[in-house]
């Protein structure tokens, strides 16, 4: 008993070690401090015997760093390469684990389709009785609505919501999210990190194919992985989902998205346009100042007992 407590230990001593600890900075750090930043597909194994998938390469301060994810879970973390022993992989060697299923399920879903564009495409509905709650972090000039995550908050220690951030608003919300990532390293929230892309591009008035991520001369390889990068060199874990902006989309966005082994996520509750959530429902406000009349009915629902409960993990929403 002793000899396998030591074991645990020693084990739990040496994934401490590997993990990636992000030196605290004042104000936001600039996204090239995370460099060499590439996709990828790689089996990797540790000396503990676990099984992860790297989903991208990087280096930061010297050091070169997996993104990796798990399979089964979807949760994601970063560690030290060194500590991995990797293997290119392919599509169709993952393609039994719930991690591709998802990702060419998700990527399989065109919501409506119009005749130029994609609207509500992905991942729309959670498999669990509780409904999935997110919020969507697009460029805004006000400040965090944090009415909402008063709120979340109470609905319990650890409430989980998913919050798809775009590189703009957290370049320019650095207060707000930290405060964040206080409430998450203290418990109160449980934030799963959505890539929203990077610009997040809207021009009112143009027709949704000519806006969002549609607009023209967009690098949507860029806008997927420069959020990325600002994310984690500033503390920030990001997940294996993504969200349109506007929800709009098309077929070669789709593609870009899947390339980076993504999983789209769409909603069936937004709550603004007057969408009613029920069980397994995925609900979309945006607390970013934009949208006071999405925040006011989560507020009403939560007291009302309308959304469904328990909240759940968006990792959850996949079959």
Known sequence: ??????????????????????????????????ADYLSTLQTCR????????????????????LLLADSDKLTTRIERAACWTCQAASEESLAGTRYLRTVVKAGEMPGIAHRTFLQNAGLTHGAAQGAFVTGDLCPSRKPLDRRFFEKLMTTGQGAPVALSVSGLWLLHHAADFHWLMEKQADGALDIIWTNHSYHHPYAKGRPDDQTFMMTKGLDADYEILQTERLLIANGGIPSVFFRFPGLVSNSPLMDAVRRHHLIVLGTDAWLAEGQRPGEGSIVLV??????????????????????????????AAPP
């Open 286 to 315: 945006h607390p970013n100042g934009n949208e006071e009349g999405g925040i006011d009915r989560f507020a009403r629902y939560v007291d009302q007992g309308t959304i469904a409960r328990p909240f759940e993990p968006v990792l």
């Open 1 to 34: 008993m002793a000899l396998a407590t030591l074991s645990l230990a020693s084990g739990a001593l040496a994934e401490e070690a590997c993990l990636y600890r992000p030196v605290p900075h004042e104000g936001l750090a600039a996204a090239d401090s995370v």
């Open 46 to 65: 540790n000396s503990d015997g676990r099984n992860l998938v790297a989903i991208r390469t990087m280096t930061i301060d010297k050091t070169p760093l």
